[in-house]
């Protein structure tokens, strides 16, 4: 794929450079494009598509049912990768499952995670066709099935109710059904949703979706690999300038609010820290806050982290430096304070050297730190062995099923959905677009307690 500049295609035309299928609808993306496209649409329809991954990989983190997840996947598709063209719109698809190869390709981890939910995406996209495509997109799989003879058919017709009875379908069975190596449907065998006889699982047309996902996912899984060694020997250097720092950045990236500057009505003194800390921080703030308190000292690591998101809260320059030197002044002095630490603090300001105004640390950014020894920055509930965070969490007046739901979500390396379940359990709501930003966390905080403050003073007063 040539990124060079704009260049309209119609839709057909990218569906058959890709295996689009004849309806042109679901790409299988065999074969990349061969389509000029502008520096900043190959990064921002990437955006767009990792928008609905992530979507959907929190969907799966939080345990949403079948058809609840079909749901969410049209809502995403449907919010993030429609396109103001529509004859541009499967070409948008087409790019961004590229550029994201691109991106999640290099380590085993990302090529994993990618896979899989790429293949949830392809998934319920698939079952939202007609059957018509689904028989089209199963003939460019070029998937060696065919339809069950009528005369095989009726030896096994009665096995076949009892399945469809026992899964809750109606027990007069299709008259389609396909004969395929059981290993080829794993999904269906375990979840016993199809007859097994001498080693062949018989799939309903209904179900055809497992077969089409098999090998969608056996195609990707190669390609990944491929594009891997592809960008190590050659891409990687070649576009060093200009396409690579976006690819290694895109993994990472955090697309909500940057919270460099605090709501207009947002401001706290330092007097008001530790109440805040108490009802509104995240652990991971709280933390911080605690060994600060404990220490008089934090590393660079945590100053910065702690440091951004009090000025994101609302902590003015002046106000910072004061409850910054409060602390240090115990320990190092307050000369030396002055001398080592408050440019720094001015720095993050935006106040010396560049000037540059930082932003606070997204969740992301915080869960990909390595805390070394003495550092107390990063994420609790990666960088925490279980018995501390437990006993962290019960500080919180986390406890019962919701700390043993949280301590689920950590062993799974779910860390921002454990926030998110801290959150609710420490407030008694829901957040469904779950917690992306510690920042984010102190807002939605204090949005529910002013609530609720607000509920009891029109009690009172009635």
């Not at 390609?223 to 190590?232: D, E, G, I, P, Q």
């Not at 062993?411 to 677009?433: G, I, M, P, W």
Request: hydrophobic residues 35%.
């Amino acid at each position: 794929m040539e990124i060079v500049r704009s260049q309209r295609q119609l839709a057909a035309e990218a569906a058959a450079a890709t295996g689009g299928g004849g309806a042109g609808a679901l790409p299988t993306y065999r074969v990349a494009p061969q389509l000029e496209v502008r520096l900043e649409e190959f990064e921002l329809f990437a955006i767009d598509r990792l928008r609905v991954l992530k979507g959907i990989s929190d969907g799966l983190s939080r345990g949403k049912r079948p058809e609840e997840m079909e749901k969410l996947v049209s809502e995403l598709w449907k919010a993030h990768m429609r396109h103001q063209d529509p004859a541009e719109t499967l070409n948008k698809d087409i790019i961004s499952h590229f550029v994201l190869r691109l991106v999640y390709c290099r380590t085993e981890e990302l090529r994993k995670w990618f896979l899989s939910m790429e293949m949830t995406l392809f998934r319920y996209r698939f079952r939202l066709e007609s059957p018509e495509s689904q028989r089209l997109l199963m003939s460019e799989f070029q998937l060696p099935y065919k339809a069950l003879p009528h005369s095989e058919f009726e030896a096994v017709k009665d096995k076949l109710s009892q399945v469809a009875r026992s899964i809750g379908q109606s027990a007069s069975v299709e008259s389609v059904f396909f004969k395929v190596p059981f290993e080829e449907v794993p999904d269906l065998v375990a979840s016993r949703r199809v007859f097994l006889s001498k080693g062949y699982a018989y799939v309903a047309m209904s179900q055809v979706v497992s077969l089409v996902v098999t090998q969608f996912r056996s195609n990707i899984s190669k390609a990944l690999v491929l594009t891997n060694r592809k960008w190590t020997s050659t891409i990687k250097e070649q576009e060093k300038d200009r396409l690579t720092p976006i690819v290694e950045a895109l993994s990472n990236a955090y697309f909500g609010p940057d919270y460099s500057q605090p709501n207009d009505a947002a401001e706290i003194s330092p007097k008001d820290i530790d109440q805040l800390a108490r009802t509104s921080f995240p652990l991971c703030m709280r933390h911080m806050l605690e060994k600060l308190r404990e220490n008089h000292h934090l590393k660079n690591g945590g100053r910065m982290q702690f440091g951004l998101f009090l000025k994101g809260a609302g902590l003015k320059l002046e106000d910072a430096l004061t409850f910054w030197r409060a602390e240090f002044s115990q320990k190092v002095g307050s000369e030396r304070f002055d001398k080592e630490y408050a440019y720094s603090i001015r720095h993050n300001y935006g106040k010396e050297g560049k000037r540059t105004d930082y932003t606070p640390y997204s969740c992301q950014k915080i869960i990909s730190a390595t805390p070394g020894v003495g550092d107390y920055h990063g994420c609790p509930y990666r960088h925490f062995g279980e018995e501390n965070l437990r006993a962290a969490l019960n500080n919180m007046g986390v406890s019962g099923n919701a700390l043993e739901g949280i301590l689920d979500k950590v062993k799974n390396r779910h860390y921002q959905l454990a926030c998110t379940l801290t959150f609710e359990a420490t407030h008694n709501v829901s957040c469904d677009t779950g917690i992306n930003h510690p920042n984010q966390y102190f807002s939605e905080s204090q949005k529910v307690l002013q609530a609720k403050n607000q509920t009891v003073q029109n009690q009172s007063s009635t």
